[in-house]
Nanobody, 123 residues
Framework: QVHLVESGGGLVQAGTSLTLSCAASRTSSNNAMGWFRQAPGKEREFVAGINWNGGDTYYADSVKGRFFISRDRYKNTVSLQMNSLKREDTAVYYC?????????????????WGQGTQVTVSS
């Protein structure tokens, strides 16, 4: 069992930046990690993923060029830097650990999930 704890969410204005962090209770260094989000009334969607060694990343089209995912395999952490935030980025953001070393955008390919952190972007 891996416990994930997200932090860094909050209320920000559109156009600003925010960085989310996620700490895992034990090593997931051989697994991909990712961030998903869920807005009110919508399904959970993939945001960004990073492979086991941090050498490969993948982003949803809606955040490409604005969000950046990184990880520290030795500290068992993953971060999501979010720039140029938009109102439509408002959601609960979840950190997750993948079943495999490679990235997937499918939630079914991820096993452990954090409780989520709220990000609210105001205009």
């Amino acid at each position: 069992q891996v416990h994930l704890v997200e932090s860094g969410g909050g209320l920000v204005q559109a156009g600003t930046s925010l960085t989310l962090s996620c700490a895992a209770s034990r090593t997931s260094s051989n697994n991909a990690m990712g961030w998903f989000r869920q807005a009110p009334g919508k399904e959970r969607e993939f945001v960004a993923g990073i492979n086991w060694n941090g050498g490969d990343t993948y982003y949803a089209d809606s955040v490409k060029g604005r969000f950046f995912i990184s990880r520290d395999r030795y500290k068992n952490t993953v971060s999501l830097q979010m720039n140029s935030l938009k109102r439509e980025d408002t959601a609960v953001y979840y950190c997750t650990v993948g079943l495999r070393a490679s990235i997937s955008s499918a939630s079914s390919d991820y096993r452990y999930w954090g409780q989520g952190t709220q990000v609210t972007v105001s205009s």
